[in-house]
């Protein structure tokens, strides 16, 4: 399948996520880490050196964003693009899943309306889907 | 605040969903509800009905959507427009929240860019948010 339209898919990756098992493992004594040493920092800027490093051209761009409203599922990214539906993912961690939210991504900007088939999604991170959004306008 | 765009605001109801109270009440020998029958069904009957019987205009439209991909944490609702961040709202039901989330929906479709002042969101609904997504071409 190829996208209808010409403005490139995003992966917004929230920056102020922590991860739900960084979460987990705190106890309330536990001070919050500062907004530089933050899950959701500390994955978008891996993904971004990644995406730079790449010689053939990414169909999609990542976005930093604060706050997608999934807090206690972190860390967060969500797919967004002009006619497709928009995906909110959760539970993320830089170690077990970073390379396929970037097949994922993929996927999605080369989807015609953001609806990934269920064995096309890669395999960790199908069931991180947190909630979905209809397209705009149809 | 005034909507930037003239385009109106959906409120998309999920018509397949089933509330998170009654899942929980189910065990697994009880047959799931026919598609008459879901909770999320008898939402957005109840709630095009209330908005047909309203003399004044309406800054939104109700729109029935099949999944939001909430499925733990029906019923479910999600909040659009042009350039503006969208909102799943969930765990919502027809006894509890159908008057607020009619007034959330109003003062979605009067923010500018979709964020609803804590304060401003109506108490019923204010905790149910489950995620959020950046808006499209910003």
Same mark, same amino acid.
């Given at each position: 399948?190829?996208? =209808? ?10 920056? =102020?996520?922590?991860?739900?098992? =960084? ?29 730079? =490093?790449?010689?053939? @051209? ?76 209809? @397209?705009?306008?149809?």
């Amino acid at each position: 399948m190829t996208a =209808t339209t010409t403005a490139k898919a995003r992966l917004n990756i929230c920056v =102020t996520c922590r991860a739900s098992s =960084t979460a987990a493992s705190q106890n309330s004594n536990t001070p919050p880490a500062p907004a530089a040493e933050r899950d959701g920092k500390v994955l978008y800027d891996a993904l971004s050196h990644e995406m730079a =490093t790449r010689a053939d @051209p990414v169909a999609f761009e990542i976005v930093p964003v604060e706050c997608l409203s999934n807090c206690k599922s972190g860390c967060s990214v969500a797919l967004s693009a002009a006619g497709k539906w928009g995906y909110v993912y959760g539970n993320l961690s830089i170690n077990d899943h970073s390379a396929d939210i970037l097949k994922l991504a993929e996927a999605y900007a080369n989807s015609d309306d953001g609806i990934i088939p269920w064995r096309e999604r890669p395999e960790t991170v199908r069931r991180n889907v947190i909630a979905r959004i209809p @397209p705009i306008g149809n």
